[in-house]
Structure formats: structure tokens, C-alpha cells
């Protein structure tokens, strides 16, 4: 049910759906916006950590460079989030959700292991 | 593409919308409160309405360090709050040998007689951290919420220009006689437009000071790189915890508490320690265990003072008095800039002689900044209205934006439907339903005027369960008025409960009048008190909206 109605501008379809559909619709999405959100956040994490161990590395202080990664993590998370919700169709956000969470990651992780 | 972008913009902004409008109304309304919240504890503590105007420099020595020996022999820390004017009295807080929790003072700025307790949070302490965690202090979960909902926020504000067609036709257009709906909608618009740098800036600040609740790793990802062996593996996790507790039990003032834990939660790595420590100069000077006379402390006010001006020195802080390794600490008002001062000034307790003082860095100075917009610590009283009046316009930004929602439902399809009965109960426990509660927590204040206890519970409490009861029942009342008369019970509900705001809102000024003396004509013009005038009038304010409001809505109910 979900794949039917993926994509989110598609909803207005749903018009002649039973009672429990449009719940279950209602509860996938929540769900799949949930974790959309927290895959988020933890991207955001990563970069933050990242761009902070990187902001050291070019010479900045240790405490600004926590103070400036830690003030733009906030951007990068309204931007993920933005750009997430901005994909079209489910899987597709997933998609690049996940392949940006992983390459945050892959990142914190090297940087952390160059350490 | 283009128009497929704007759609699930308009998707995420109606959603985000719906689930966060409600939090975000109560954390907005309670954030502008807090820019007036001495004034309310003016308000709500009437012993501490004192002028200032009579009022002289106290001296710490011969005045203030007598009433301290008195009262904290054996403390480990003495921390004195200067009067001032928004808070005009003296304050003590000293900890024990029996207990580590500070115990607090007040005294009368020009007599030093000791003040009654206050026995309210008042706003300081009621108001203000619900704003920041909701109340809701056990592992950050207050903060959590408040975090979700102010990246919802900046998610609303931003998909909110992408779906805004007219940003620059609206700014403009303001149709009030022209329908509700309409109404409605212009003003949801205008405020979004012209109030846009506010809520961007007011939104994003808020989450950046408290950073290292939301970011809590990125200390330590820097840390390692700094440190690869990390000191996080030197330390077994007994000493974290002990470290920890150490801060919890400090003695420090309510708002350097409040305001520390807003920005760092409560549990400490070691790495982030050491942040604040280096970033913000909070290192806690130990004891060596030589015993040593306090020297005097009016002569560093006075050094400081020549340097920076007079008045410069709101808190002293005495680590260790008594002992060879104690320090003053001196901290700086930041009356006279936006950004938060965190530059003290550090005397030797024994000598006298001054030591190496912290000096925040240029990137410091910037986050010092961008905290100093949130907090409003400045003296400027045009500004901290403007404030008030923006943060007024961000609720009316939110609540509007929910009313669109239900009402374009309600006209299309007669509210029949549970999601739409949803809404309307829950936009009207939101917005009437809080400001209600509010008002209860004044008058319940007044009714109980300051007896410790009131049926075996403590006043504190009452207030605050006050002011959640009467949340709850404005929710209650909601749903039922909804849910009973589907196609009308809104309005009926909108409208009983603007009665209620209002009845309030007189019955507090009333009470006030009746518990302190203290009438609008006596405050306005016989014996000047702005801080209580300010709030009767606009709790009366309050009140004749509140009524026109009701009215209006009764006489759509009618026809």
C-alpha cells in the first residue's frame, strides 16, 4: 500500500479508500517520516563530528572548532531534513537518505581512524 | 520539477504544521513571557517589589561578608548577587557542611533585613524552564522536544517562503473585514513575512546554545583528534560520574544554574569538561588545605570597576573561603551589550592579588552573540518590547497557521470528521487552553499569597499543578464541546474559553489589588511600579480582547 501511494503529491487518489487504509496510510507515513528524520540527525551528527576533527586539523583550536561544527550542524540538519522531504517518491528518499548517512559515517570514520 | 518541489513543500510545511503548532505555540508563548520574567516575579513576589532609586552601593566587606559569616561558616563557596534593578535585592547562597545544596538569602537592598521566602517559582523558575525543557529535566527529554519542535520550526519558516507564491504582494495585504478565512490567512502571511528574521534567528539561536545537548558527541570527536589515546578511555567512568555530581551540587546563582543547564544538560565526559572549561573559563579552583583570611573584596569591585564602569560587577563568587587556593571570582553584567559576558575578573582570596582572568576567543565571542540575541541579558527597554511584541507576533504566526487549517475544513466539509474534531480540540487547548493556564498560575499565586502550604501541599507546587489543571480541563472542555456538536461546538468552545481568559486575567489584577494594596491608579500614579502596572495593564489588555473576541465569536455562532 505503501509503494501504491509513495508518492506523497499522489494523496488526493486516496479519496475512495476505506477507513483503515487511510489509517494505515496515515500510520506508514508517520513511521516513514520518523525514521526518515532520525536518519537525519544522525547524518548531521557525522558531519558535525567530521567538520569538526577537519576544522582542527587546518588549525583552528580545538574548542572553536567544536563551538563552529556544533553551530553548523543545525544548518546541515535543516538542510537534509528539507532536502529529504523534498525527494520524490519513498524509496527514492530513502535512497538518498540512507546513501547520505552512510557517507557520513564512512567519513567520521576515516577521519577518526587518520586521527 | 518546480511545481512538484512546492507541492511536497506544502506537504511538509502543513504536516510539520499540524504535529509541531501546538508545542511550538506553548514554547514561543512561554519564551515571551520570559523576556519580562523579573517583572512577573515582581509581580508574584510582592515583598521583592522595591525601588532602587534610594538605593546605594553595598559594601561587600563591612556589609555583606558579616551576614555571611553569620550564616555559611564551613561553606566551600559564598556566592553573592549584587541588587539590581530588575532584581532588587541582595542574595546570599552558601552551601553547608550538612548539605552540598546551596542555600539562598534575600535581603532588603537598603535595610538588609532578611526578605521572607519567596514560596513560588515565579516566572524565573516556572515559566522560564518550561520555555527550554518543558519541565520535563530527567535525561534531556524537555530539551529533546523543544529541539524537534524548533527544527520543525526553521523546516516551517523555510518551506513556508518556497510555497509563499506573493512573498513580496503580501507583505502588503491585510484584509481584515473581508471574512475570517481570509483574515485569518493575511495575517498568518504578514506575520510570517515581516516577523521571517525574528523567527529564523530567535529559532536558531535557541538550538545553537544549547548545542551540546543535541550535538552531545562533538566535543569528544575533537577531543580525539586533539588526543588520540583520549583522555575518555584514561578515566574510568566513576570519576565521570563523580564529576558530574560535583557540578549538580555546586553552589552557584538560579540564573547562571538555569542558564547552564539549558545549554550543556546534565551529564558531563570528560571532554566536554574540558570544553567548557577552556571555552568558557569554568574551572573550579581547589582547596590546598592552608588556612587563609578573606582579603578584602570592595577594593577588586573598585580595580574592576575603574576599568570597565561603574556597576560592571553584578555576582561575586568566593571558591574555597578560608583557605591559601581560594579565588573571587567577579562576574560582568552584560547591560550594555547584546553579547553575553563571560570574561571574569579572578582575585587570590588570601592576597588579594589579581589572577590570570579568562578571555573568551573571537569564535567564542561569536556564540557569546549569537546567546546574548536568545537571552536578552542588555538593558534596553525599547528592544526587550520589541522583543516581547515579535515573539507575540511568532504565536500569532503559529496560531494562525493552525486556524487555517481547520477553518478551510470546517467551511468545506462541516467538521465532520475525527481529524478535523482533532484539530479543532486541539488548537483551542493550544492556544486559549495555555494562555488560561498561565493566568490560572497568577491568580492561584495571589490567592495563595505567599503561605508556605495550602492543604499540606506546598505553595511551589499548587501553582504549578494550577497551572497544568487548568490545561488539562481547557482540553477537556474542548473535546467535549467538540465532539458533542461536531458541526458548531468549536466556536462555542473558542468562545467560552476567551470568556474564561478574561474572567482571569480581571480576577487576577483584582487579586492583586485586594492581597498587596497595590491598585493600577497607585502603581501608575501615586506610587510609581512599573513592573506591576505593566502586567495589570496588560492583563487588562488581555481582558478586552479576550471579551471582543467572544463576542464575535458568539454573534457568528448566532447568525
Redesign the interface.
Known amino acids: 500500500m505503501l509503494k501504491k501511494d509513495s508518492r ?2 499522489h ?1 488526493a487518489k486516496r479519496g475512495n479508500q476505506s477507513a483503515i487504509s487511510k489509517w494505515l496510510f496515515t500510520t506508514g507515513m508517520l513511521a516513514h ?1 520518523i525514521a526518515i528524520c532520525l536518519l537525519c540527525y544522525l547524518s548531521s ?1 557525522q558531519l ?2 567530521t567538520t ?2 577537519l ?3 587546518m588549525g ?12 553548523l ?2 544548518i546541515y ?2 538542510l537534509i ?2 532536502w529529504a ?4 517518491g519513498v524509496l527514492r528518499t530513502w535512497l538518498n537518505v540512507s546513501s547520505l548517512t552512510g557517507f557520513s559515517i564512512f567519513m ?1 570514520w576515516i ?2 581512524a587518520l ?1 | 520539477m518546480k511545481d512538484g518541489f512546492r507541492t511536497r513543500m506544502s506537504l511538509l510545511h502543513t504536516w510539520a504544521g499540524l504535529i509541531l503548532s501546538g508545542l511550538l505555540f506553548a514554547i514561543f508563548w512561554t519564551g515571551t513571557l520570559s523576556v519580562f520574567d523579573k517583572e512577573i516575579d515582581r509581580w508574584m513576589m510582592p515583598h521583592t517589589r522595591i525601588h532602587m532609586d534610594t538605593a546605594r552601593p553595598l559594601s561587600v566587606d563591612r556589609e555583606i561578608i558579616p551576614l555571611l559569616a553569620e550564616r555559611a561558616e564551613g561553606a566551600k563557596a559564598w556566592t553573592i548577587v549584587l541588587p539590581a534593578e530588575r532584581r532588587p535585592f541582595l542574595t546570599l547562597a552558601y552551601d553547608s557542611a550538612k548539605s552540598h545544596i546551596a542555600q539562598r538569602n534575600s535581603f532588603h537592598p537598603i535595610t538588609l533585613e532578611p526578605l521572607p521566602a519567596p514560596n513560588t517559582r515565579g516566572a524565573s523558575n516556572f515559566i522560564y524552564p518550561f520555555h527550554h525543557n518543558l519541565t520535563l529535566r530527567q535525561n534531556n527529554i524537555g530539551a529533546l522536544l523543544v529541539g524537534i519542535a524548533s527544527m520543525g520550526m526553521l523546516c516551517l519558516l523555510i518551506s513556508g517562503i518556497v510555497i509563499h507564491r506573493r512573498i513580496f504582494a503580501d507583505f502588503f495585504t491585510l484584509r481584515l473585514l473581508r471574512g475570517f478565512s481570509r483574515a485569518n490567512l493575511d495575517i498568518h502571511n504578514l506575520t510570517g513575512v515581516v516577523l521571517l528574521p525574528f523567527t529564523i534567528v530567535i529559532t536558531l539561536s535557541g538550538l545553537m546554545i544549547a548545542h551540546l545537548i543535541y550535538f552531545p558527541k562533538a566535543p569528544d570527536a575533537v577531543f580525539a583528534q586533539l588526543n588520540p589515546p583520549s583522555v575518555t578511555q584514561e578515566r574510568p567512568k566513576s570519576k565521570v560520574r563523580e564529576a558530574s555530581r560535583k557540578r549538580e551540587q555546586d553552589v552557584s546563582s538560579e540564573n547562571e544554574d538555569e542558564m547552564t543547564d539549558a545549554r550543556e544538560g546534565s551529564r558531563n565526559s570528560p571532554a566536554r569538561s574540558r570544553f567548557i572549561a577552556e571555552s568558557q573559563g569554568r574551572v573550579r579552583p581547589q582547596a590546598i588545605g592552608q588556612p587563609a583570611n578573606v582579603a578584602a573584596i570592595d577594593p577588586m569591585i573598585a580595580a574592576t570597576e575603574s576599568e570597565l564602569g561603574q556597576g560592571a560587577v553584578y555576582m561575586i563568587r568566593v571558591s574555597n573561603p578560608g583557605d591559601a587556593g581560594g579565588v573571587v571570582a567577579l562576574r560582568l553584567n552584560g547591560d550594555n551589550s547584546v553579547s553575553q559576558n563571560i570574561d571574569n575578573r579572578r582575585f587570590s582570596t588570601a592576597t588579594g592579588e589579581e589572577l590570570a582572568h579568562f578571555n573568551s576567543s573571537s569564535t567564542t565571542n561569536v556564540f557569546n552573540f549569537i546567546a546574548g540575541m536568545h537571552y536578552i541579558k542588555f538593558k534596553h527597554w525599547p528592544l526587550r518590547w520589541l522583543y516581547f511584541i515579535a515573539g507575540l507576533g511568532a504565536c500569532a504566526l503559529i496560531a494562525t497557521g493552525l486556524l487555517h487549517w481547520t477553518q478551510a475544513r470546517n467551511q468545506r466539509q462541516g467538521s465532520t470528521g475525527f481529524n478535523v474534531s482533532f484539530m479543532n480540540a486541539h488548537n483551542i487547548a493550544a492556544i486559549t487552553g495555555i494562555i488560561s493556564a498561565t493566568g490560572a498560575f497568577l491568580v492561584v499565586n495571589r490567592l495563595l499569597n505567599n503561605r508556605e502550604q495550602f492543604a499540606g501541599i506546598s505553595s511551589r507546587d499548587l501553582e504549578v499543578y494550577a497551572f497544568f489543571g487548568v490545561w488539562l480541563a481547557c482540553l477537556l472542555h474542548a473535546l467535549i464541546r467538540v465532539f458533542l456538536n461536531k458541526q458548531h461546538g468549536y466556536r462555542k468552545a473558542w468562545a467560552e474559553q476567551c470568556c474564561a481568559i478574561a474572567l482571569i486575567a480581571i480576577a487576577a489584577v483584582g487579586l492583586n489589588w485586594i492581597t498587596t494594596g497595590d491598585h493600577l491608579l497607585k502603581t501608575l500614579f501615586t506610587h510609581t511600579y512599573w513592573p506591576v502596572a505593566t502586567l495589570d495593564l496588560v492583563l487588562v489588555t488581555s481582558a478586552v480582547m479576550a471579551i471582543y473576541a467572544a463576542r464575535k465569536l458568539s454573534v457568528i455562532r448566532e447568525s
Do not use: C, E, K
Request: aromatic share 10%; proline share 3%.
Open positions: 506523497l503529491s494523496q517520516s551528527g558535525v563530528n569538526g576533527a576544522l582542527y586539523h583552528m583550536p580545538w574548542t572553536d572548532a567544536v563551538v563552529v561544527t556544533s553551530m550542524g543545525f540538519l535543516v531534513l528539507l522531504f523534498s525527494r520524490n567520521a577521519i577518526g586521527a
